[in-house]
């Protein structure tokens, strides 16, 4: 699929222009299981790591549709209920039974669509709940999934969303990660100057990201450089 990967982290940002902007947030608490809540930017992150670590947990109902400029007709045909094209953009509405196996494969392989789906294991220890329509731009959902995991998962979580390092609490509790977009400038390519639609489209957003984590109360915060 070329460099469907770059251009899906792209175009996460086309809809900002110069500023300060809130960026992706998730909740996480662990008692008896771990539940998770946050915005439509974990949700293929959330999926594709239930879909990893699956293997005792049997089959998933699976149920919602999956979002992409790029045509995927035939690898999503075996289980699509419906396939069609709207406003540029391809959509597969999906209610099935899917392996493990087949759903990891639709994450690994379809890292740049909205994958907005349902799943829920044949054991109910996994399962995901998104809702089906994105947020319009400007807009922030932060209940837009929700997802509990087994407690034996904490690690996964903490490696994998938390992102620990030695600096952090090793039994975190109650997590909440939030990011903060500072778009300080906007490289618009020569051929589209004067296009002010293909500018904002094609420009690259340089700036700073900007990611704060509070666990059981403490907060670290730190800051990465953005060119996408």
């Known amino acids: ?17 110069r500023g300060k902007f809130s960026g992706p947030k998730i909740r996480i608490k662990k008692n008896m299981h771990i539940r998770l809540e946050g915005t439509y930017e974990y949700v293929n992150i959330i999926g594709e790591l239930i879909a990893k670590n699956s293997r005792n947990s049997g089959n998933f109902s699976v149920r919602g549709e999956i979002i992409s400029k790029y045509d995927f007709r035939d690898f999503i045909n075996d289980i ?10 391809f959509h597969a509405r999906i209610n099935s039974t899917i392996e493990s196996e087949k759903l990891m494969e639709i ?9 907005l789906l349902d799943l829920t294991s044949d054991d109910k220890k996994l399962r995901l709940k998104t809702k089906k329509k994105l947020p319009k731009p400007g807009t922030i959902d932060e209940k837009f999934f929700s997802a509990i995991l087994p407690p034996s998962l904490m690690g996964v979580v903490e490696d994998e969303i938390i992102l620990m390092d030695s600096n952090l609490d090793s039994n975190p509790g109650n997590v909440t990660i939030t990011h903060q977009y500072l778009i300080e400038d906007l490289i618009i390519p020569d051929k589209y ?3 002010p639609k293909l500018a904002r489209i094609n420009a690259r957003r340089v700036g ?8 059981n109360g403490k907060k670290f915060k730190s800051e990465y450089e953005l060119n996408a």
Not at 1 to 17: A, E, K
Not at 208 to 215: A, M
């Open 1 to 17: 699929m070329g460099n469907q990967n770059q251009d899906y982290i792209h175009d996460r940002f086309v809809r900002y222009g």
């Open 80 to 89: 699509a209920l419906r396939y069609h094209k709207k406003r540029e953009l």
């Open 107 to 115: 994450y690994s392989k379809l890292k740049h669509a909205y994958i």
């Open 193 to 195: 100057v004067n296009n």
């Open 208 to 215: 700073k990201i900007v990611r704060e984590v509070e666990i």
